[in-house]
Antibody
Framework: EVKLVESGAEVKKPGESLKISCKAS????????IGWVRQTPGKGLEWVGI????????RYSPSFQGQVTISVDNSITTAYLQWSSLKASDTAMYYC??????????????WGQGTMVTVSS | DVVMTQSPDSLAVSLGERATINCKSS????????????LSWYQQKPGQPPKLLIY???IRESGVPDRFSGSGSGTDFTLTISSLQAEDVAVYYC?????????FGGGTKVEIK
């Protein structure tokens, strides 16, 4: 079974750093892009960015470029999303996602359960 | 960025009746070389991640009931639920994957009348 299992909910203060994770299983990790989608009540679903573990090549939405870093550890088939200095506006649910075909950035047929990140003083 | 505009924001439909959701892209997402429309639809129920329903604008994902269908041209797309069931109450999103950044519509909430 193909699965993406994300790390648990986080509560942080503005200015703090954070790294959340997504453990992939059930498929060839290095053959599929793996990415992140943000969901907020106000802005709906937003694509954050994506990484190809086989390279690794990374692409970011311009809205998130420079604000977050996406990385992978192929030895443990895990993707990460990290912030160096959180803002209150980073408060959201973050989903780990995988496209429905290998080697391309297409629609997402596999979603993690989501990691809720709350940033508040 | 390709802007995806969904309408309506919400709709209430009687059980067994048809529900129609529209999605318009700000530019064509039809790739001429393979004649594929890079458009997908998702269903999201409360407390769950989105679920892929349709890709290539009209291909149902495995296990999706055939009451769900997708259609459309290069910029105008439709998701139709032919006979609404109680379990179809959800928010539906369209997404284009022709260009990065991938972009989503704002969502349409479907309720029972």
């Amino acid at each position: 079974e193909v699965k993406l299992v994300e790390s648990g909910a986080e509560v942080k203060k503005p200015g703090e750093s954070l790294k959340i994770s997504c453990k992939a299983s059930g498929y060839s990790f290095t053959n599929y892009w793996i990415g992140w989608v943000r969901q907020t009540p106000g802005k709906g679903l937003e694509w954050v960015g994506i990484i190809y573990p086989g390279d690794p090549e990374t692409r970011y939405s311009p809205s998130f470029q420079g604000q977050v870093t996406i990385s992978v550890d192929n030895s443990i088939t895990t993707a990460y999303l990290q912030w160096s200095s959180l803002k209150a506006s980073d408060t959201a649910m973050y989903y780990c996602v995988r496209p429905f075909l290998p080697d391309v950035i297409y629609a997402f047929d596999v979603w993690g359960q989501g990691t809720m990140v709350t940033v508040s003083s | 960025d390709v802007v995806m505009t969904q309408s309506p924001d919400s709709l209430a439909v009687s059980l067994g009746e048809r529900a129609t959701i529209n999605c318009k892209s700000s530019q064509s997402i039809l790739y001429m070389s393979n004649n594929k429309k890079y458009l997908s639809w998702y269903q999201q129920k409360p407390g769950q991640p989105p679920k892929l329903l349709i890709y290539w604008a009209s291909i149902r994902e495995s296990g999706v009931p055939d009451r769900f269908s997708g259609s459309g041209s290069g910029t105008d797309f439709t998701l139709t639920i032919s006979s609404l069931q109680a379990e179809d109450v959800a928010v539906y999103y369209c997404q284009q994957y022709y260009h990065t950044p991938l972009t989503f519509g704002g969502g349409t909430k479907v309720e029972i009348k």
